[in-house]
């Protein structure tokens, strides 16, 4: 009696065994099929991630770029001064800011119009970046009619000397102004502050190149003071 039914049980094992050989590759093939799936959804989420990242950053560079003008904006100006006047003071190395000012620009405006004095402002933009040669230089919109020049690893003498020149060509533009006192084209009034010490802030660095700036028009306009 025993060995008749041992017969049956051995075969009851063996297909258990095989169900459960069975069920263990149709669970593994699920889970491969899971893993798959979970990896291309994982690469899929990659790839939009990334070209968030592409996306963001064309945003963030569209936003430190004046819109008339098409040079860097004041926005870009507060953060890249900023970095500069530290590597500054790390390097033990100058830092010349060159605040730019159109002379009697409010008169040109009032005498030939808003539209012609939209497209000045991007030509003297121009000019002023077409002027500048290292990498490391900067022009921005400072607002309204001024501009400024960040010039790191520069003393004060070197950045006269790009003032000047910047300031000949402007006045090479030969864009017609009856109306300023100083001269019959449209001419530039710069101001120049340099680092001096490690007290000097980002702050006392503008305001010296305002009062330089003032300066340079109470002396008359159409020239560099520093």
């Known amino acids: 009696m025993i060995k008749n039914i041992a017969v049956p049980l051995s075969i009851f094992l063996h297909k258990s065994e095989t ?3 069975e069920r263990k590759e149709f669970v593994m093939s699920r889970k491969d099929l899971e893993i798959t799936q979970l990896k291309l959804i994982i690469e899929e989420l990659g790839k939009e991630v990334l070209e968030l990242r592409h996306r963001n950053s064309e945003l963030e560079k569209i936003s430190m770029i004046d819109g008339l003008t098409e040079i860097p904006n004041r926005r870009f100006f507060d953060t ?7 590597k500054a003071k790390r390097d033990i190395q100058p830092l010349s800011l060159v605040m730019i000012d159109i002379d009697y620009f409010k008169k040109f405006n009032d005498f030939y119009g808003h539209q012609k004095g939209d497209v000045v402002l ?3 933009a121009q000019k002023l970046q077409s002027t500048l040669y290292r990498p490391g ?6 607002g309204g009619e001024e501009f400024i ?3 790191p690893n520069t003393p004060g003498s070197g950045a006269e000397i790009v003032a000047e020149i910047a300031r000949g060509r402007i006045e090479e533009l030969d864009i017609e102004h009856v109306c ?3 001269s019959d084209v449209v001419t530039l009034s710069m101001g120049i502050a340099t680092l001096s010490n490690k007290e000097d802030t980002v702050k006392s ?3 010296e ?3 330089n700036l003032y300066r340079a028009k109470k002396c008359g306009r159409n020239r560099v003071y520093q």
């Open 209 to 211: 190149a305002d009062q």
């Open 80 to 86: 890249r001064v900023e970095q500069e006047l530290r």
């Open 122 to 124: 991007k030509s003297i």
């Open 19 to 21: 169900l459960i050989q």
């Open 137 to 142: 230089d900067i022009v921005a919109r400072y």
């Open 149 to 151: 020049f960040v010039l």
């Open 180 to 182: 300023s006192d100083v």
């Open 205 to 207: 660095l503008l305001e």
